[in-house]
């Protein structure tokens, strides 16, 4: 099983922005769909965004217009750009492909506070 690595979280302030990376440990090229999620204390996973066959992009209401995913196939690696930062974005962030590997990694924590 791959395992993922994300990074890149941290503390900004509203309206700010930050760009995740998921950092796979073998190759991701053969996974159609790429996915992330966030997850806040108390509460289930939530899928963010998801790129299928590296052209296909979804996004959840409540980010679209201000995230963007993407990958790099070659560099094994998935990226999230996010741009107008609300605190209602802070959460830990997690990659993972769909459908879903059994492990996860360890997630990046965003947190959103002036």
């Known amino acids: 099983q791959v395992q993922f690595a994300e990074s890149g979280g941290g503390l900004v302030h509203p309206g700010g922005s930050l760009t995740l990376s998921c950092a796979a440990s073998?190759?991701?090229?053969?996974?159609?769909?790429m996915a992330w999620y966030r997850q806040t204390p108390g509460q289930q996973r939530e899928l963010v965004a998801r790129?299928?066959?590296?052209?296909?992009?979804t996004y959840a209401d409540s980010v679209k217009g201000r995230f963007t995913i993407s990958r790099d196939n070659a560099k094994k690696t998935l990226y999230l750009q996010m741009n107008s930062l609300k605190p209602e974005d802070t959460a830990v962030y997690f990659c993972?492909?769909?459908?879903?590997?059994?492990?996860w990694g360890q997630g990046t924590q965003v947190t959103v506070s002036s």
């Open positions: 993972n492909r769909i459908p879903n590997f059994e492990s």
């Open positions: 073998g190759s991701i090229a053969s996974f159609v769909t």
């Open positions: 790129i299928y066959d590296s052209i296909i992009r």
